[in-house]
């Protein structure tokens, strides 16, 4: 499994971008699809984007997030990226890498084999 960590998550406001950055130590995710979810206070877990391996040449969202999210990987800095613009406050939520040993893209959770801890965003009105 490879080992996740990502970083940059904070308290913004309505409106503001962060971007959150998920590291990989242990095998390098190059022959991963990759994923970023989220779970919000009272809510299930949910997928907000997904990028394919190797080229990362295709990448999907969720209508909520669509347009204003962008999922993005840099295989030789072994590096995912999520860069999150107009955030809203139902945005507000722990934000999860995840990696997943398929071919081509993933936007089903239990195809993700290695998780990171987790970081939280918080968007205030």
């Known amino acids: 499994q490879a080992q996740l960590a990502e970083f940059g998550g904070g308290s913004v406001q309505a409106g503001d971008s962060l971007t959150l950055t998920c590291t990989s130590s242990?095998?390098?995710?190059?022959?991963?699809?990759m994923g970023w979810f989220r779970q919000g206070p009272g809510k299930e877990r949910e997928i907000v984007a997904a990028i394919t391996w190797l080229t990362g040449s295709t990448q999907w969202y969720p209508d909520s997030v669509k347009g204003r999210f962008t999922i993005s990987r840099d295989n030789a800095k072994n590096i995912v990226t999520l860069q999150m613009n107009n955030l809203k406050p139902e945005d507000t939520a722990v934000y999860y890498c995840?990696?997943?040993?398929?071919?081509?893209?993933?936007?089903?959770?239990?195809?993700?084999?290695?998780w990171g801890q987790g970081t939280q965003v918080t968007v205030s009105s």
């Open positions: 995840a990696a997943a040993r398929v071919s081509g893209i993933s936007i089903l959770a239990e195809q993700y084999d290695s």
């Open positions: 242990g095998r390098p995710f190059t022959r991963d699809a």
